[in-house]
């Protein structure tokens, strides 16, 4: 029982010196790589194997993910003497071997296109059994700061605080702004405070000194870009002028507005007049007298004129034969021309005749030609 029991001992440090000295990955000084985005990187991976090692040769890579809950992702594969390459979706057509024949003890890889999300910790794991190893690196894929956008915030006056802003809108933090005037004596106003973080220039109560070329350049650990900015600072403007030009301004449009509103009216004022007056009935032209009224007027008249006769005026009633009659309705109507001839002159009578038959002298009133008194 003791010589079996030692020699199982000596069975169990000779294997383990063989594991020891078996299948072995080199190590390498760089566990940490930063890349930017769209470059190449190289992730090595070398190993030398042992005599004892005479298993069938697997190499694997894969991403392990923050969260230990999760699986690994395998990248690439390599087993049974063949390359697996597209073997991760996300980097399908990316990753490749570095060796066409990783059996020589090369199982480095390339990747190409890097993207951000590339960003992680990767993992070389080479079986050949008995033998066993693996090793892990950590890639940090970085954006380099885009173009950045330069403006000033603030009226550009003088007196005035005048903030110039720089922004990136893409790139792996940390960013770095830097602020250099490139006209004139190149050097930023005396007044003015960078902040190298937030990429802002506050220039305090600028004056036209301040006015030239400015350059920000935004900067990471992977790349860089700038921006020009114009400044241009004014002096300030003529408050007084400004509000004498608007006074003036309004005291137009409202003389222009009163001219408009009195023409209208005017205009209003008069088509209503001659509506008026088409419409209007005149109160001191009498309305035109009937037939029957005229001819009875003229009947009135002449009785009028018979009761006041007179013997000295009797003689001239004789000599208006055109009274004597009342004229009918057909020669009221009948027309100048076919008019009646007039009768006969009446006798005269002389005035003691008159006075014997009893008549009164009365003074007539003059009248006019329709027998109206005047």
């Known amino acids: 029982m003791e010589l079996s029991a030692a020699r199982l001992s000596f069975l169990l440090l000779d294997l383990l010196a ?8 080199t190590p390498s000084g760089q566990s940490t790589i930063e890349k ?67 059996k020589t003890g090369d199982a480095s890889i390339n990747l190409t296109g890097l993207k951000s999300s590339d960003s992680g910790t990767f993992q070389c794991k080479v079986k ?8 892990k690196m950590l890639l940090i894929v970085m ?20 903030v110039l802003r720089c922004s990136s809108s893409e ?33 305090r109560n600028a004056s036209a000194s301040a006015s030239g070329t400015y350059r920000c350049v935004a900067s990471n650990r992977v790349g860089s870009d700038e921006c020009v900015l114009h400044l241009n600072v004014t002096p300030p403007p003529n408050t007084a002028g400004i509000i004498a030009g608007a006074i003036i301004a309004v005291l137009l449009i409202l003389i222009i507005i009163a001219i408009i509103l009195f023409c209208f009216c005017r205009v209003r004022n008069k088509k209503k007049y001659e509506k008026e007056i ?23 008249s002449q009785r009028s004129s018979l009761g006041s006769m007179s013997p000295s005026n009797l003689h001239e009633y004789a000599l208006k034969p055109q009274y004597d009659k009342i004229p009918s309705s057909e020669e009221y109507e ?28 009365v003074m007539i009133p003059a009248q006019n030609r329709d027998g109206s008194i005047v």
């Open 143 to 162: 954006v380099r700061p885009t173009a950045p956008r330069c403006y000033t915030e603030g009226p550009t006056e003088e007196g005035k605080d005048i």
């Open 278 to 300: 088409c419409n209007e009935i005149r109160e001191d032209v009498p309305p035109p007298k009937s037939r029957v009224s005229t001819a009875r007027s003229f009947v009135g």
């Open 171 to 203: 790139g792996t933090k940390p960013l770095q702004y830097s602020w250099e005037k490139t006209s004139d004596s190149k050097l930023l106003p005396a007044s003015a405070i960078m902040d190298p973080v937030g990429g802002t220039v506050n220039v």
């Open 128 to 135: 050949k059994a008995p033998g066993i190893q693996s090793k």
């Open 334 to 361: 009948r027309p100048p021309s076919h008019a009646p001839l007039p009768p006969p002159t009446a006798i005269k009578m002389g005035g003691p005749n008159l006075n014997r038959m009893g008549a009164i002298p």
């Open 36 to 102: 930017a985005s769209g470059q190449s990187v190289k992730l090595d991976c070398q190993f030398t194997l042992a005599p004892e090692d005479s298993g069938p040769l697997d190499i694997e890579w894969s991403l392990l993910p923050s969260d230990n809950q999760k699986e690994d992702k395998v990248v690439i594969l390599y087993a049974g003497d063949r390359a697996y390459e597209d073997y991760y979706p996300p980097m399908k057509g990316r990753v490749h071997f570095n060796s066409p024949d990783p």
């Open 18 to 25: 063989g594991l020891a000295w078996g299948l072995e990955i």
